[in-house]
């Protein structure tokens, strides 16, 4: 078994995002050929952890393709990320957050105000 591993830094800042944070992350491929993304807790600030990692979800707040060299590269089945809470694992150091459509990886859909 091999392990399809690539990191990236994750900003998604575009005209219409420019205040969403980056940080730095390790993106693997799940089982079933989606993206499965690696936060390691000390490359971000409270305020970040405590806006978008809350109550066993993680949160995104806009749509978004993961960049094309990452798909490529890990083989994965699907660019598309969706609004939504997604579930995440939290352990000591870091956290896990699987991207896996509405369907498969029962993501949570919340309103924007």
Do not use: W
Not at 23 to 31: G, I, K, L, W
Not at 43 to 50: E, L, P, Q, R
Not at 60 to 68: E, K, L, M, V
């Amino acid at each position: 078994m091999h392990a399809n591993v690539t990191s990236a830094t994750v900003n998604h800042q575009t005209n219409t995002h420019k205040n969403c944070p980056h940080t730095e992350a390790v993106f693997r491929r799940t089982s079933n050929g989606y993206a499965r993304i690696y936060f390691m807790k000390n490359s971000m600030n409270a305020d970040v952890i405590a806006a978008f990692f809350q109550h066993g979800h993680f949160r995104i707040d806009h749509a978004f393709d993961i960049p094309q060299s990452i798909v490529q590269n890990l083989q994965l089945k699907d660019r598309r990320v969706a609004p939504g809470l997604y579930k995440m694992r939290a352990y000591k150091d870091f956290f896990i957050i699987d991207l896996e459509p509405l369907a498969k990886s029962h993501v949570i859909a919340y309103a924007l105000d």
